[in-house]
């Protein structure tokens, strides 16, 4: 089954007051000494290529000399708030700004190079929307990973998650057997069930990225999502599930052919566990995120009836008929995954 015609160009939705007070509670709602606004007034784009000449679809941004300097002086302490180093380190400079214009968040992203050293990292600045912090909250609680961010007013920090875009880890390994490729299967079983139970779509394989770990004489996988934009919009259910996703067919592919349906039916049970645990682990804070979500528009009535309708036959509960919010039917959707109680 292919996936088709997802709202690319859905509607950006202002975080509301509830969602501000979750923020400054749980979070990092801070005032920001230059905002995703500033970073716009850029003098022109030089598009970026690989090594093979192909293009990124990303672009370097060029400034005037004085937004340049305050640029690099602003960016370092958007860092260190962003990874909590304490004192500034004099020796962080800003290596690059480039600008991406594919997609809803249009992100800039920033490399930090360490003058010493030469080590360097990224952080991204977004646009901040509703449902990119619902996503990376539900992503901070329900995921065995955590992801660091922080809002300002209009604007979002992203620190940057390591590993290789999904698309471009299959095109290297084309025709080749991957070390430990069981795992590799029981990971996308894994990730596929973590997005359907916190209703995070649009995971094609360049929106989520495998992590390689070296584990004493063997290699371990995870797979990560790297775009939040998503959160519980789309009105199809299938748009939720990984697996759906053309994109997506070489793991499809992969779980098919070495995990019959009573290991990945097993491995989907350790998964719901794993996500009932994180729960338990931080209640108050899934409560308070999902009563900002109940409280908030961030889908259309049309989405939100579909979703329902296939919601209520998929977990044969006509409740979720009678909903009128994504925020209620994605509480009514994690307590039918998990076997809990939220309210």
């Given at each position: 089954m292919?996936?088709?015609?997802?709202?690319?160009?859905?509607?950006?939705?202002?975080?509301?007051?509830?969602?501000?007070?979750?923020?400054?509670?749980?979070?990092?709602?801070?005032?920001?000494?230059?905002?995703?606004?500033?970073?716009?007034?850029?003098?022109?784009?030089?598009?970026?290529?690989?090594?093979e000449g192909n293009d990124t679809l990303w672009y370097s941004v060029l400034y005037n000399q004085n937004d340049l300097e305050h640029f690099q002086k602003e960016l370092t302490?958007?860092?260190?708030?962003?990874?909590g180093s304490g004192r500034d380190?004099?020796?962080?400079?800003?290596?690059?700004?480039?600008?991406?214009?594919?997609?809803?968040?249009?992100?800039?992203r920033i490399k930090i190079v360490n003058e010493i050293n030469d080590n360097y990292d990224f952080f991204y600045i977004k646009r901040a929307d509703s449902s990119r912090i619902f996503g990376l909250e539900l992503e901070d609680i329900f995921s065995p990973d955590k992801v660091s961010f922080l809002v300002g007013k209009d604007t979002v920090l992203e620190q940057h998650i390591v590993g290789i875009p999904v698309d471009e880890f299959i095109l290297r390994n084309k025709d080749v057997k991957i070390e430990n490729r069981l795992r590799f299967a029981k990971e996308f079983v894994k990730f596929n069930e973590r997005c359907f139970t916190r209703l995070l779509g649009d995971m094609r394989a360049y929106n989520f990225v495998v992590e390689i770990i070296q584990d004493f004489d063997n290699v371990q996988y995870r797979l990560?999502?790297?775009?939040?934009?998503?959160?519980?919009?789309?009105?199809?259910?299938?748009?939720?599930?990984?697996?759906?996703?053309?994109?997506?067919i070489e793991l499809v592919n992969l779980a098919s052919e070495l995990l019959s349906k009573r290991i990945a039916e097993q491995y989907i049970r350790e998964e719901r566990?794993?996500?009932?645990?994180?729960?338990?682990?931080?209640?108050?804070?899934?409560?308070?995120?999902?009563?900002?979500?109940?409280?908030?528009?961030?889908?259309?009535?049309?989405?939100?009836?579909?979703?329902?309708?296939?919601?209520?036959?998929?977990?044969?509960?006509?409740?979720?008929?009678?909903?009128?919010?994504m925020g209620d039917v994605l509480t009514l959707h994690l307590e039918n995954q998990l076997g809990i109680v939220i309210y």
């Open positions: 292919e996936i088709n015609k997802i709202q690319y160009k859905k509607p950006f939705y202002p975080i509301r007051k509830s969602l501000r007070n979750h923020l400054n509670k749980y979070v990092q709602n801070v005032d920001l000494p230059i905002d995703y606004g500033d970073l716009l007034n850029y003098t022109d784009l030089i598009p970026v290529v690989d090594s302490r958007l860092y260190h708030l962003l990874v380190n004099p020796y962080l400079k800003i290596g690059s700004i480039e600008f991406c214009s594919f997609g809803n968040s249009k992100p800039f990560r999502a790297i775009d939040f934009d998503q959160q519980s919009y789309e009105g199809r259910k299938s748009i939720y599930l990984p697996q759906y996703y053309k994109e997506n566990l794993a996500m009932k645990k994180r729960f338990s682990a931080n209640k108050a804070r899934t409560k308070s995120i999902l009563n900002c979500m109940r409280k908030s528009r961030i889908s259309s009535p049309e989405n939100i009836i579909q979703l329902s309708n296939e919601l209520a036959k998929h977990h044969d509960d006509p409740r979720f008929t009678q909903l009128t919010n």
